[in-house]
């Protein structure tokens, strides 16, 4: 992959090109939000058929422009380069406002850097797949996430999801067909510190199936007794008896 840091705080920096390089990729950094742009702006500008994917870690606190506005003026140019948003500020309301913006991840500070480094690798293997037409609208079946107004519909009805119901959509339409573990879907909605014995995500889950699926004949979120949870399409026939 190809990094481009942006990232005002030395030792996370330095800590970050250190083990990015020694993984093999190549980095390039900045220590100012409008800097950091211009960088973008130029990889995106330079980028051709066949180049490896490259990958944005942009911190939410800069000098010269803070990354909600580095990523909300990216994606208004039509830059769709994969983001992963590093900050400290932690609540739900803070990861949606930052997907809200266009960023495609969200790791809150302190992470630990395997977590990072796979987050990252699942960003660039999503772009590759998605080729040249990259683009912020995620659709499985008839069901369609908007991941920059962060609005829902299914068969082209809206749906009423709260900012968390959202935020588990968003991961769960992000790999259709992907198994998701209780655990693995607590620690990217609700965060590392959410208890882990709790049973929120069940109820997160019924509540959003019954917004989702219900009037559907065929369910698009399944659970996997004892697995966890996945959302997936229905195959040809399914629903007729």
């Known amino acids: ?7 005002d705080d030395p030792r996370i920096a330095d800590f ?5 390089r ?5 980095v390039q950094r900045s220590a100012n939000g409008l800097e950091g742009l211009a960088m973008v702006q130029a ?4 980028i051709r058929p066949g180049d490896r994917p490259t990958v944005v870690v942009l911190d939410l606190m800069l000098p010269g422009m803070n990354g909600m506005e580095i990523c909300q003026t990216l994606r208004a140019a039509g830059v769709g380069l994969p983001i992963l948003m590093l900050t400290a500020l932690s609540t739900l309301e803070d990861r949606v406002a930052g997907l809200r913006m266009g960023a495609d991840d969200y790791l809150c500070k302190p992470f630990e850097f395997e977590e990072l480094l796979a987050r990252l690798e699942a ?3 999503r772009a590759q797949s998605l080729g040249p037409g990259h683009s912020d609208r995620l659709a499985v079946g008839d069901l369609v996430l908007d991941r ?9 009805r809206a749906l009423n999801l709260t900012a968390r119901e959202l935020a588990l959509l968003e991961l769960l339409m992000s790999a259709p067909g992907r198994l998701f573990s209780r655990e693995r879907i607590l620690a990217r909605v609700w965060g590392h510190s959410e208890d882990p014995l709790t049973n929120v995500v069940d109820v997160y889950i019924r509540r959003l199936r019954s917004k ?7 369910p698009l979120i399944q659970t996997v007794r004892g697995l966890g949870y996945r959302l997936e399409a229905p195959g040809p026939g399914a629903g007729k008896g």
Not at 1 to 7: A, P, Q, V
Not at 16 to 20: A, D, E, P, S
Not at 43 to 46: Q, S
């Open 148 to 156: 920059t107004s962060m609005r829902a519909t299914r068969s082209g």
């Open 123 to 125: 960003l660039a293997r």
């Open 43 to 46: 990889a995106a500008r330079d």
């Open 1 to 7: 992959m190809n990094i481009l840091l942006i990232e």
């Open 22 to 26: 020694a993984e093999g990729h190549q």
């Open 16 to 20: 970050l090109q250190r083990g990015l």
């Open 212 to 218: 989702i699926d219900d009037g559907h004949p065929v």
